[in-house]
Every structure is written in structure tokens, then in C-alpha cells.
């Protein structure tokens, strides 16, 4: 007999949705539990369904929490890229950089790499997973420099991949610091003092084409 009323929806429609709940409670748990507290358990229970669904969709706890961070970094990107189109002088990137830096941590979006790196350290072959998904900041970082500095010398000089793995590292160090600290003053001390050192750059920039 056919039942009468809406037809239910196709499995892949459903095992889709069900993914897309277990990947945004997972960023949720890492935000609010931390890594230690992103069990499949309770990430089902945030998504609302049975906590055999993690393994039946993503094999694993932690492919579940490397989703998460996927999800994350992809909406940062895109977000970042396209602020990145309207900047044009150093000043500008360092306050884009300094705006980024707060909705990272307003959204909660830095504890999610935050407690990745951090359950890294007990959780054998997550660090080079995790590492493997910072390499793309690196190229990131050095499309940005070389939007704004690429007609410069300065990038003559210093290599931009190198400035752009120390920029990373810094920016991580810089979340890691102030999500476990609750206090963010001394980082955006930091940018502070960047933006005004800025038009420096950009002077110094300009006196060394002027004297090629």
C-alpha cells in the first residue's frame, strides 16, 4: 500500500543533512567542551541523533573533528579573500588582519583550531592531520603580502613565503594566547603597534624602487 501525504525525502538527502548536524555540533562541542569534551556521545546528542551515526558517516571521532576544522577554515578563507580584494596598502592589511583576528575569536571559530592543536598532543597522527590543514594559511598569507607588496622591492629582498610562515605563526600564537588566556588586550596591543609601523614599510617600499 502507498502511503498518501509528502514522500519521504532520498537516503542521500538524509545521510547529507545528518554529516552537515554532526560537523556543526562537533564545532560546537570543540568551542564550548574543548577537544577533551568532543565525544561521539555528546556530539550526537548536540546533533540530535544516535552517536553510531559518527562512525557510520566518518569512521572515526577524530575524521569527524577534522571535518569540523575543514568546515571552519574554508568559511574563514572565503570570508578573508574577500576582504582581501579591497586592501591595497599595509596599514589596511594589518587593520583587516586585526578585524579578522576578533570575529575569529567572537565566533568562537579560533577554539576550534585551538583544541585541535591541543588534542594533537595526545592523539597519535592528529598533529600532522591538523598541520596538514594550516599549509594552505601559509599560501593564503603569502598571496595577501604579495597583493599589497607585490610591486614593492621589499619582496626582493625578503622571500614573502618566509614572511608569510612567520605572519601564520604568529596569528596562531596570537589565538592560542588569548583563547586560553580569556584576554585579548595584548594582541590587539600587538596590531596596534603593527598599524603604525605600517606606513614605514610602505615608505621604505617605495624609497627602494624610487632608488632602483
Not at 567542551?33 to 550526537?44: D, L, N, W
Not at 600564537?173 to 605600517?198: I, N, T, V
Amino acid at each position: 500500500m502507498v502511503r498518501t501525504g509528502s514522500a519521504r525525502r532520498p537516503a542521500n538527502e538524509r545521510a547529507a543533512d545528518t554529516r552537515r548536524a554532526l560537523v556543526s555540533a562537533a564545532c560546537d562541542v570543540l568551542r564550548t567542551e574543548g577537544f577533551a569534551g568532543a565525544t561521539a556521545r555528546t556530539i550526537a546528542g548536540r546533533a540530535g541523533c544516535n552517536q553510531g551515526l559518527v562512525f557510520y558517516h566518518f569512521g572515526s571521532v577524530v575524521n569527524l573533528l577534522l571535518a569540523a576544522l575543514d568546515e571552519v577554515s574554508a568559511r574563514r578563507r572565503d570570508r578573508y579573500e574577500a576582504a582581501l580584494e579591497s586592501v591595497d596598502k599595509t596599514s589596511e592589511l594589518v587593520a583587516l588582519a586585526a578585524q579578522i583576528f576578533s570575529e575569529d575569536l567572537d565566533s568562537g571559530d579560533a577554539a576550534v583550531l585551538v583544541e585541535m592543536i591541543a588534542g594533537a598532543a595526545s592523539t597519535p597522527g592528529l598533529g600532522a592531520a591538523v598541520k596538514e590543514r594550516i599549509a594552505p594559511w601559509n599560501n593564503f598569507a603569502v598571496a595577501a603580502l604579495e597583493s599589497v607588496l607585490g610591486r614593492s622591492p621589499i619582496l626582493q629582498v625578503v622571500e614573502a613565503s618566509e614572511v608569510a610562515h612567520a605572519v601564520v605563526a604568529l596569528y596562531l600564537g596570537l589565538e592560542l594566547l588569548s583563547h586560553l588566556d580569556g584576554d585579548r588586550g595584548p594582541a590587539m596591543a600587538l596590531f596596534l603597534q603593527a598599524r603604525r609601523l605600517a606606513p614605514v614599510v610602505d615608505l621604505l617600499g617605495n624609497q627602494l624602487k624610487e632608488e632602483k
